[in-house]
């Protein structure tokens, strides 16, 4: 399976591709997209800069799902809203490549990545790093975005586990619940 990772943002956005098969997991790429070409008051043109950076690398890498990291809420709301709609051109353009799109938190990708959710930027890239065997750092929006990546391949195996484990039938319910079976 391979996985698009997403950290959005409105002046630079970070992505991560990387293949998942069993345990294994293998860097594809990785980088950011840049919109600080433009002013700052041109959020039409960032937020196209955005669609098209995305809608470009789901063509390229052909990936089979996508992750993105969910908006934290800012101290400035202006910068939230702002960030909000980075993130929903981001995600609009996965949809529109026919993407499945899954979100998860910084905390929760810290946490998969580097065992607790409150990890600092630098050892999300060592993390990152070491994961995938990298022979330098990510940058940390890449980072991020690779981190989201692992986050999912981990959380999609672990969901694909549990789906195809088999439900109690009613007699075993029945017994756990020291109920009857009919």
């Not at 960032?46 to 101290?75: C, H, M, S, W």
């Not at 980075?86 to 938190?105: D, K, Q």
Request: proline share 4%; glycine share 12%.
């Amino acid at each position: 399976m391979r996985i698009l990772g997403i950290d959005p943002g409105l002046q630079t956005t970070g992505f991560g591709v990387v293949d998942f098969d069993g345990q294994q997991l293998r860097y594809v790429a990785s980088g950011t997209i840049r919109t600080t070409s433009l002013a700052l008051g041109d959020l039409p043109g960032r937020l196209k800069i955005l669609f098209d950076g995305i809608t470009e690398l789901a063509a390229r890498y052909q990936p089979d799902a996508a992750a993105v990291e969910i908006v934290f809420v800012n101290v400035n709301p202006q910068s939230t809203l702002m960030l909000g709609q980075a993130r929903g051109a981001c995600i609009t353009a996965l949809v529109a490549s026919h993407l499945p799109v899954a979100e998860y938190t910084a905390l929760q990708m810290k946490k998969a990545v580097v065992g607790h959710g409150r990890a600092a930027k630098s050892q999300v890239q060592e993390m990152v790093r070491r994961l995938l065997q990298l022979p330098a750092l990510p940058g940390t929006d890449a980072a991020d975005g690779l981190g989201l990546a692992i986050t999912h391949a981990h959380v999609g195996a672990a969901m694909g586990r549990l789906g195809a484990a088999t439900p109690l039938n009613r007699r075993q319910h029945a017994m756990y619940k020291g109920g009857r079976s009919y």
